[in-house]
Structure formats: structure tokens, C-alpha cells
């Protein structure tokens, strides 16, 4: 599909940016930067605005979240916004009754573990995005020749939520489900690519230049498991959105054994956590991959010539790809000094 002639894509404004120049494997003049979790609780703005709001309230005010996206463009200058929402927000879009609870994360209060709760889901109407669509218009209205990004939850990292009712590192409802009723899982698990996959083409035909899903989790499959249980509906996602021509990043943490497969599924660019070396995610991806990371955010707590260091060697490591745009290997902690985070960006950027 062509994106609309307004489209800062189509239109040209984000086509020679060092983003989305590196994300099609160019080696650029200066590296591209932008960081997970950018926006948030790190900036006091962010803090300041979000007081009295829910999370997923302020995600669905479109001035509101056109806001918080922009905060760290602006305050850092970095190489690119990510969109200001939450994986779950199209599930609460399509009804499910998804919380943001403080310092926990997505809670449920009535999980999807049965097939009577499956079939009680709806499908996400593309009409009810329109929150979302205007946030993007004043977004990219303001941001000119940055692109934004666009994002998705995979399936699996989103279902690991339905599933268990909230964060669980152990998985126990949805390993079970895995082994003892396989149809149930897929069908939620293929539920939920149709709903996150008509989120992120909602995101990138309003005005994002990139897209990336996000697989949080996986790394807590095994290869075996994530091939037959999570893969094939990355792969719908991914699928029902080549039509677009923008690049898609796929990241997870602790994905190194996962890597080749997660770039499988239809990714253009591979995320990198912080505990593979890109030389090595380099390798592991045959050399033909553009790589996205993987700055340790523990470093953005230590003496500044350590996590200079620590950025330099990123770089070098990242030279190996066929493209590379800075990144932490996970988001930015809240407590971060977003000073830190300013002087890290002016650092790639060859500013000091
Ligand atoms: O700046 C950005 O990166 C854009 C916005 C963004 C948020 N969530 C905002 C948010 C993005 C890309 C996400 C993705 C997301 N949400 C993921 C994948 C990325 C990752 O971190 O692995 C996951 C697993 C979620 C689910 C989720 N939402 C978690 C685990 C939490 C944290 C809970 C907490 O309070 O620590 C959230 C809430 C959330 N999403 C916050 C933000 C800024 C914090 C809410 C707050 O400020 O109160």
C-alpha cells in the first residue's frame, strides 16, 4: 500500500534522515539516536504532566500523549520520537479490561484463560485508533524532518499479560495452556496479532516512519518453544504489514539464542539487548542485518568516563553491521538524571 501523500515518508521530509537511513543499512555521516522508554517517569515534564492522569487515560488524551512524545525530542535531540502509548492500549481499545497499575505494570482483573473468555473478545475497530491518529497529526506536524515510531507488543509478550492477569516471570497459566490446550492458545495468540497489527498500521498510515514490535518476554522461551508457540504469530503481524514501506524493528530481552529466528518473522532491523555484543548479534545475523542498541542502561549510573567508554565501544561494535542506530539494550530506568541521558545523545552525535 502507498502511504497518503502527506505522509512525512511520502512526502519526503523523514526519507533522508539518519534513522531511516540506518535502518535501510547505510553507514551514516553521524549515528542515529533515540531510547527506549524515552519518554517517562526520567523527565520531571513528563512527571508534571501525567499528575492526576491514569496511564492509559493520558495515553488516549491525543494532546496529552503529542506532548510527552515530543519531551525528550525536544530536551535531548534525540534522532527520533516513539510514540507516547503502551503495548496494551489497543486491548483496551477492543474492550479487554487492562490497568496500568504504578510501578507494576498491565493488570487484568479478569484474565483470558478459558475458551468461554476467548470468545467473549472482540476484534479492534480500526475507527476506534482516532485518539491515537490525532495525537500523530500534532506529533508529526511539530517533529518536521524527525520520524516517529510506531509500535506494537508481539503477540506473545501481549498474551504473557492476558494470560496470567499481570507481569509474571515464570509464565505458569500460559505454559500449561501451551502444553495442555494448544488451540486456545493460538486462537488468543492470533486474536491478539490482528488486534496489535491494526494498531501499528493505524500508527504508521497516520504518520510514523518506522515500526517497531516489541517482544519483551520472549527471551523467557526457549527456541524450540518460541518457534512453535510465539513465532508463527509474529510472523502474521509482520505479514499483514509488508505492504508498508517502512522499516520494522523487532526487539526482546535476552534473545541472543532467538535472534535469527526473531529476525525471521519479517524484521528489517534487529534490537539488541545489552547482554549480546553487537559484533556478536552481527554474526549470529550473517552480517546483513542493520543492528539497533545496546548501551547498558546500568552504565547510565556510573562515572560519566565509564559510560563514555562503555558508548565508544557500542559504536566500534556496531561499525560490523550493515547499519546501526544507538540504543539502550532495554528502556531508561525512571531514575535516571535526564542530564545523563542529553549528554550521552551530544556524545554520538560527535557534539563533544
Ligand atoms: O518512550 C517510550 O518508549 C514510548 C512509550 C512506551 C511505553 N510503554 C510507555 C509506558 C512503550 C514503547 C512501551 C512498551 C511496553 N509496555 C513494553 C515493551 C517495552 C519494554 O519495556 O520491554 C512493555 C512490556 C509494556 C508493558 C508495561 N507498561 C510495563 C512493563 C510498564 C511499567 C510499569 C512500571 O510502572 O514500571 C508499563 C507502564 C508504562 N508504559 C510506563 C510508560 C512511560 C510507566 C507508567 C508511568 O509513568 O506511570
Known sequence: MNLPSAHPLASGKTSNSLLVRSYLGEKTESKAIWLMRQAGRSLPEYRKVREGVAMLDSCLRPELAAEITM??????????????SDIVVPLKLAGVDVEIAPGIGPVLENPIRTRADFERLEELDPASLAPITEAIGLITAELGETPLIGFGGAPFTLASY????????ELPVSRA???NDPDLWNDILAWTARVTATFIRGQVLAGASALQLFDSWAGRLGLEDYKKFAAPHSKAVMDSLLDLPVSRVHFGVQTKDLLAEMYGVGATVMGVDYETPLDEANRILGGKVPLQGNINPDFLFKPWAELEAHVRDVIARGESAPGHVVNLGHGVPPETDPDVITKMVALVHGDI
Open 71 to 84: 519531551q525528550p525530542v525536544r530536551r535531548h535531540k534525540v534522532d527520533a520520537a516513539i510514540f507516547f
Open 162 to 169: 492476558l494470560i496470567e492477569g499481570g507481569p509474571s516471570k
Open 177 to 179: 495452556m501451551m502444553a
